[in-house]
């Protein structure tokens, strides 16, 4: 079963906007980020994100271009503080999840290592993507594989 873990895409500043909505640069980078992803055959069945504006924004530019079936959902528990042991696991099979720092990185440490606060198993990057994938036999999670920006689309180079 796999799960994608998205870290949302850049932000606006608290000054610019009070519910930090995603900035032009990272609209852009999601977009691509996203289109990178089709391109490559990812299907979700549904993407969740943690309600805050900028990781709806992010969930809302990925299901343009994956189309989940369940669409997209806030869920709660994404929260940039929230205990990522008490994420619930059970339905994760075709789920992405559009959250925050340290919250992403936290969880595929516990997923991964089972050591939440120990230094993280992957860095991720404004919209960058991460696929757990739980080996059934094993029960136990691995990294399959990450696509992250490459430094062009972050600087807004072509």
Known sequence: MALLLVQHAQSLTKEEDPEKGLS????K?????????????????VIQHSGK???RQTAE???DALSPARGVQAAAGLNPLDDVTAFNMDSAAGQMLVGHLPFMERLAAHLVAGAAEKAPVVKLQNAGIVCLEKDAALDHWYVKWMLMPPAAFLSGKK
């Not at 032009?24 to 609209?27: A, K, L, T």
């Not at 980078?29 to 069945?45: D, I, K, N, P, Q």
């Open 53 to 55: 504006k900028r990781a």
């Open 61 to 63: 530019i990925f299901a």
């Open 24 to 27: 032009m640069e990272g609209r």
């Open 29 to 45: 980078t999601a977009e691509r980020m996203a289109a990178l992803a089709r391109e490559h055959g990812v299907a979700v069945a």
